[in-house]
Each structure stands twice: as C-alpha cells, then as structure tokens.
C-alpha cells in the first residue's frame, strides 16, 4: 500500500470574488498559469516569465446547452499547496515518488475548476457537484501556442486504433482540423524547451485526441470518441461502433472528469525522469497488493514458437511451451505466455487438443516459472466471470488482453472492470490492442503493462520500427506510463540489410541496441521476445538478460536527446544498471558516473563490436574498476547500443 506523508498543507479562502484572473505558481516559482474567467474560461501558461501556451479556450458542454466556463461567476477560490511522497506498488522508475504542487479550485454554481502547477508541468480538470443523470456533449480543450512550433504528431487515421503509430515531423500550421492525432504528443516549446501533452485519470469517459484548429494554425484542440450506441462484431475481435450519439460521456452524479496535462521541461531528460502523469492518477482501489510480481517473460509468438534443436514437432502444443518454461527456468525468468492459438478463436474456454493448461501450470510451478495467457478483449468479455474463474482455478498468474482497439467511454470502462475482476482472482493485467497509459496503473496496480505503441512485433511485416523510432518513444510514449514494446531480438541487422520476416523475424540496430532496451525501455512485466533456442546460443546476452531488473529504486537519466540518443542509469537494490542508445548515427558519449557511492565498484560492460556497423550483432565486453570519480566513454555504432552492471567491490 502506498503510504502518504502530507508535511505541508495551507488553505486560503476567498468569498464573493470579483476578480477575472487568477495566478497559480509553481513550488519554486517557476511554472506559472493564469486563468482568466470572464466570458469563456482561459488559461495560459509561462515558464521563468516567458510565454509557453498562449490563452487556451476551454469548458465543458453538457446536453442540456449549459456550458460550463461561459459567462460563470466565481463562487469562492481556494488555493493549497501539498508536499508528499508516494510509494508505488510496482516501481517503474523509483522507489519513492515526491509529489509536490500548488493547486487552485475554482467553484461555480454546481462544478469546480481545479488547476495544479507542478515545477514539472501544469494540469486541470472539471469536476461535476450534479446530481442525477446528464450528458457530456463534448469538452473544449485547446492548447494554443504562441508560435509555429515543430511537433512529434501521431497521426491517427480512425478512432477505431491500436495507437501504435509513428511520430511524423510536423509544424503546428500543417496540421488543419482535418488531421488528428492520439495522446501523447510533444511539441517543440522554443530553445530547449518541450511542452508534453496527455491526460491522466481517464475514468468512465472517452480518451483525448489533438486536431488541428482552424480558428488558429498554431493551436490544438481537443476531439473525443462519441458514446456508441449500436456495434457489429466484424470477428472475434473487430467490434467496430455502427451508430453514435451526439455526446462523449454518460454521468450520474458528482464526480472528476480526467487530468489534462502539460509536461513542461527545460531539458529532454526531464520528460524521462518525469512521474507527472502517475502522480495525477487516481488512487489506488484495490487493498491487497501483496501478491504482484513484477519480472520477465519468454514470449513465442514474435518467434513464432519456431524453436529447433528439439526431438519433438514445435508449435502449440505442451511439449514446445515446455521447452519454454525450461528455458525460462534455467535463466530466472518469472513467466512464460501463451500467446494466440492455445484456444479455438471465439471461445476461451475451448482448449484446443494439443495444450493442456493445468499440466502446463504444474510443470511450471516445479521450475518457479507460472503461466500468462493471451485473450481477445471480447471473448474474455463473453465468458469474463466463468473465464477468470477458470483460470484462476488452474493457477495461471496473469492475461495479456488484446484488441480492444477503441477508447469510448464503454471501452474506458471495460478496462476498469477487467482490472477489477483480475485484482479479484490475483491476476495481472497486460493490455495489449491498446490506448495509452493514463492513471489505470495506480488505481489498480494489477495493471502491469500497456502496448499502445508501435513496438517490435512490428518488424515481422514493416520497416519500423528502427533505431531513430526506438529513440522517439522514452521521450513521448514511455513518458505516458508502461511500455510493453517486447525487445530482445538476437538476429540483428544494419538498415541495408534488414528484411522484414514473419516466422523467422529480426531488428534494425545492433544487439547492444536491443540489450539497451532493457535498461532504458520502462516495463515491469518485460518480455523476451526471440526464440530461446537463439538465447541459449548467446550466452553472452543471456548473462545480462537473466540478472536485469523489470522495475527500479532509482532513476538517473545522464544524457538524452529527442529521437537521437539516450542513456540511463538505474539502482535495483544495491546494483546499478546502466543503458544507452542511438539513433542511426554513430555516437560517443563521456557519462559521469558520479551517482555512486564511495568506494570501488565492478563495471561490466556489453557494447557494440568493432564489426558492428557491418554486422549488427557483434557485440563485445569488459571489465572495468570505477569509482563515483569515474567517466566512462560509450561508443555506439549506427544504430547501436551498451549496457554495463555495477557492482561494489
């Protein structure tokens, strides 16, 4: 349970205010908002006096024609300034979180306007005092810019969408209302300035998207999935919505509407290091935690269960996925998964001949590695309860919950009531088909993982994604929460000789690039996703895939820049790991190892080869003694990669 320690609370109260404006500060001063209440609600946003979002526009319609930030009249202000420390269930990035912010609440007739300025970024949200039953028709959300900025823009085609997408390059006046994108995006504040856009706490209600406006070519404006009313099952997993309403959201009585939130960061490591979208996040609403085991995971549907080597006929059958639970013993992996093809499609309860489940968990558990299974999102809903019973029943310890592809508010809600069911029979949840992280992971600390992202698997049919992707997404996607991408390929190419395959699949970059993964990519439930008979050919890459954390006390992020480069420091315990990647350039950097301790430590290193540039997986290692004095040089070839372990003396 989390535990939280409130050191500073101040309440100042204001009745029958007359005022039109209102100033919030950041802790330090540095962050500030002013919003303005006069015939629409604005707000704009200033980082060390300097303009960062210009006015914004935003409220909320309702059904009824009432519009929430039009023409109100201020009831009363309070203004509170809060200092805590959180402590995540599952460490994604550190052991203790400390959440400090100032936050203003504006009161109207029946609703509130709430504004927290965080020294990392600046966040609201409406919240309804109704009663009853009432309709949103549709928020008015705008982020304007006060210049024609460059953009990261994933582009979506449909809300019928998996969110994995590229971040195309943009201007903010390229994009007219015609185009729009998923959250979240990042936009190109001015000098080194990034300006992250999301939205946490998103709860019986539809997700945001961005579109261009085309009242200002330098400003986004909120879009949102209408309320489905009628859907066709196109198969077992395309639920595609037929009929809409002309409203986004259904409520019944008081309640919190999401979090929409800028990450504002005078430098790219600030968008890794940061914890924003997890501290806006609802609390959390289950009780016993206890059992959540973070850990790794051998995968075989990215291989294609095409193991070799063997005696036997690989494929879905118990003799392969055993071969996969020895595989996973022998180097301390917590789970294997059962991806699609162990159930006749439709029914997940219809085993097929080959798979025996329960012989597949009593194997597993005499070699300490348990059991996840794959699911399409609306057979599982069919048979939700007699399902997770079963499975609970046979001992497996999690689901991997596919295809879900919408963000509607029944969608929203379904996740919820998949976590709840789950944290009900000690299942873990990994949502794959998915939108975005956005604060279900507090709430429920049985959700583990997300995709939501354009991630490896990806290679088996296209050319992305490759190193210059790979370093867009610690800076945009991961900065959302959990990022189940599914690294770990051992047949490694240069990007002349990289040839998409779906049976026999391989990655762009070098093989320290994909062992970087493992340090800089954020999930606490991390696959392995090549075949292990191809691990059990790599000792060498085995020797740090078996000892590499999923989830960390501590997180230093020493050099970063947007789709170029990145490197990280992480502590599990005592142990320090470090990872660093490149874009397509070959790339040399001098880190500072002063966040260790006094004393003496073991460096262990994996780098890129000298052949590397020519022959992708050529890696090579050695050993170093450093101290908190130390600078260590990395060399990465194009599309390249180093991990080291650091241990006292």
């Known amino acids: ?33 002013t919003i303005s209440i006069n015939e629409v609600a604005t707000y704009s946003v200033t980082l060390n006096g300097t303009g960062i979002v210009a006015p914004s526009e935003i409220a909320m319609e309702l059904t009824d024609g009432s519009v929430w930030g039009n023409n109100e009249k201020v009831k009363k202000a309070k203004t509170t300034s809060v200092s805590q420390e959180l402590h995540p269930v599952v460490q994604r990035k550190n052991e203790a979180i400390i959440d400090e912010y100032n936050q203003l609440t504006l009161s109207f007739k029946d609703h509130s306007l709430e504004f927290k300025a965080y020294d990392e970024g600046v966040a609201y949200r409406w919240v309804s005092d109704l009663k009853g039953d009432y309709k949103v028709k549709n928020e008015v959300i705008t982020f304007a810019f006060p210049a024609d900025r460059n953009i990261w823009f994933p582009e979506e085609e449909s809300m019928m969408t998996h969110q994995e997408r590229e971040y195309l390059r943009e ?41 261009g406006c085309d009242n200002d070519p330098f400003a986004l404006v909120g879009k949102f999935a209408p309320v489905v009313l009628k859907e066709r099952a196109m198969n077992d997993r395309d639920v595609k919505p037929v009929e809409t309403a002309d409203y ?72 392969t996925y055993k071969y996969y639970i020895d595989f996973a013993s022998k180097y301390g992996l917590d789970y294997i998964i059962l991806d699609e093809g162990w159930y006749h499609l439709g029914d997940v309860l219809n085993v097929v001949d080959e798979i025996n489940i329960q012989e597949l968990v009593d194997y597993g558990k005499q070699k300490n590695v348990d059991i996840i299974l794959w699911v399409v999102w609306k057979s599982l809903d069919d048979k939700l309860t007699e399902a997770l019973d079963q499975f609970q ?21 379904f996740y919820e009531r998949c976590a709840l069911e789950c944290a009900k029979r000690e299942l873990l949840v990994d949502y794959h088909g998915a939108y975005k992280p956005s604060g279900l992971d507090r709430a ?61 699949p391989m990655s762009q970059g070098t093989r320290c690039h994909q062992l970087g993964m493992y340090v800089v990519f954020e999930s606490p439930l991390q696959m392995l996703a090549d075949n292990p008979s191809n691990y059990y050919r790599e000792p060498g890459c ?59 430590y073991t460096m262990k290193i994996w780098k890129d080869g000298v052949n590397a540039a020519k022959h992708a997986a050529d890696f090579a290692q050695e050993t170093l003694d450093v101290t908190a004095n130390s600078t260590v040089k990395v060399n990465m070839a194009p599309g390249g990669g180093w991990v080291a372990v650091i241990t006292r003396k």
């Not at 001015?190 to 300006?195: A, N």
């Not at 501290?279 to 990215?302: C, S």
């Open 393 to 413: 029943k046979w001992g497996v310890k999690g689901i991997k919950v596919d295809f879900m592809q919408r963000d509607d508010q029944w969608m929203v809600n």
């Open 171 to 211: 201007k903010l006046s390229n994009v007219g209302s015609d185009r729009f994108c998923s959250t979240g995006m990042l936009v190109d504040g001015g000098g080194s300035v990034k300006v992250y856009i999301s939205e946490s706490g998103l709860m019986d209600y539809a997700g945001m998207y961005l579109r």
């Open 444 to 504: 429920y600390p049985n959700v583990i993982s997300f995709e939501g992202v354009k991630g490896l698997e990806n290679a088996k049919w296209s050319n992305l994604p490759d190193p210059e992707h790979d370093l867009t997404l610690p800076f945009i996607r991961m900065v959302a929460g959990p990022m189940d991408f599914t690294p770990g390929s051992m047949i490694n190419k240069t990007k002349t000789n990289f040839n998409p395959v779906f049976t026999e």
């Open 542 to 600: 085995m020797e740090f895939l078996s000892v590499v954390p999923t989830v960390w006390d501590d997180t230093k992020v020493l050099d970063a820049k947007v789709s170029d480069y990145i490197a990280v420091a992480r502590r599990s315990g005592n142990t320090w790991y470090m990872g660093a990647m490149t874009d397509w350039d070959p790339r040399s950097l001098d880190l500072e190892l002063d966040f260790l301790g006094e004393g003496t």
């Open 248 to 319: 986004i959201a259904q409520c019944s009585g008081p309640r919190v509407f999401p979090w929409r939130v800028m990450l504002i960061t005078e430098n790219d490591a600030g968008l890794v290091q940061s914890n924003l979208i997890y501290k806006l996040a609802p609390r959390q609403k289950i009780e016993n935690t206890d059992w959540i085991k973070p850990g790794k995971v051998a995968w075989d549907w990215w291989n294609a269960n095409n193991i070799y080597g063997v005696d036997f006929e690989s494929g879905v059958n118990n003799a």
């Open 1 to 33: 349970m989390k535990k939280f320690i409130l050191l500073l609370v101040t309440v100042l109260f204001f009745s029958g205010l007359s005022a039109k404006d209102y100033q919030l500060t950041s802790p330090s001063g540095k962050l500030s908002v």
